[in-house]
């Protein structure tokens, strides 16, 4: 079974550091891919990020990016430049590609608050 | 292009009474997605549609919960009666399936909470 573990309930930073928010990861599949989406008080998901099983290089959007350790099952979100507006919970979530259109499995979250 | 539409946005209801949230999934997907969200949880899977066939209501409490996707577009999730413990965030997301080694994001609405008092 697959599992997503996000140990961090709660994260600060201040205002235009870097954070990281970890992310570990439970599968027997060879592939799979691994989301982060932002949701903020507002209650949407909002997809930030993808990292796929195979893919070389760790994925890049903008000021995500995914350090992505395949060994160690753990795709960590870094944000860099943090913003006010970036005070959100975030959820790692997982899915297997090679089985149709399957539902994601999240983690429990953790909420990050930048501070001015 | 608009996004995924979910109506209402909030509802408060006394429990026993039977509740209906509606989904317009994102144009052209073709699998659509009821999670439900609990306070302090991530989302959790009840029923998903490829095109109009339930194809995983595995998760779904079928003795109070009902979903339908008629024509393949829009959704309803029904809950009748719904009780105390059905409080909670709402969510459909919808993907277009790219096949087996396809990125397949899913994008979510803004949901509905719901509170049963």
């Known amino acids: 079974a697959q599992k997503i573990t996000q140990t961090q309930p709660g994260m600060f930073v201040q205002e235009k550091e870097a954070v990281t928010l970890d992310c570990t990861y439970d599968?027997?599949?060879?592939?799979?891919?691994l989301f982060w989406y932002k949701q903020p008080s507002s209650g949407e998901m909002i997809f930030l990020i993808y990292?796929?099983?195979?893919?070389?290089q760790n994925a890049t959007e903008g000021r995500y990016s995914l350090n992505f350790q395949k060994a160690r099952k753990s795709a960590n979100l870094v944000i860099s430049a943090s913003q006010l507006g970036d005070s959100a919970m975030y959820f790692c979530?997982?899915?297997?590609?090679?089985?149709?259109?399957?539902?994601?499995?999240f983690g429990k979250g953790t909420r990050l608050s930048v501070i001015a | 292009e608009a996004g995924v539409v979910q109506s209402p946005r909030y509802k408060i209801i006394e429990k026993k009474q039977p509740v209906a949230f509606w989904c317009n999934p994102i144009?052209?997907?073709?699998?659509l997605y009821w999670y439900r969200q609990n306070l302090g949880q991530g989302p959790e899977l009840l029923i998903r549609?490829?095109?109009?066939?339930?194809?995983?209501d595995s998760q779904l409490p079928k003795d109070r919960f009902s979903a339908e996707r008629l024509k393949g577009v829009d959704s309803t999730l029904k809950i009748q009666p719904a009780e105390l413990g059905d409080s909670a965030v709402y969510l459909c997301?919808?993907?277009?399936?790219?096949?087996?080694?396809?990125?397949?994001?899913?994008?979510f609405g803004p949901g509905t909470r719901l509170l049963v008092l």
């Open positions: 997301a919808s993907s277009l399936y790219l096949g087996a080694s396809g990125n397949e994001t899913q994008y």
């Open positions: 599968t027997s599949d060879p592939s799979y891919g």
């Open positions: 990292q796929g099983s195979y893919d070389q």
């Open positions: 979530a997982m899915f297997r590609p090679s089985t149709l259109n399957t539902p994601l499995v």
């Open positions: 144009s052209g997907h073709n699998t």
């Open positions: 549609y490829e095109n109009e066939e339930a194809v995983d």
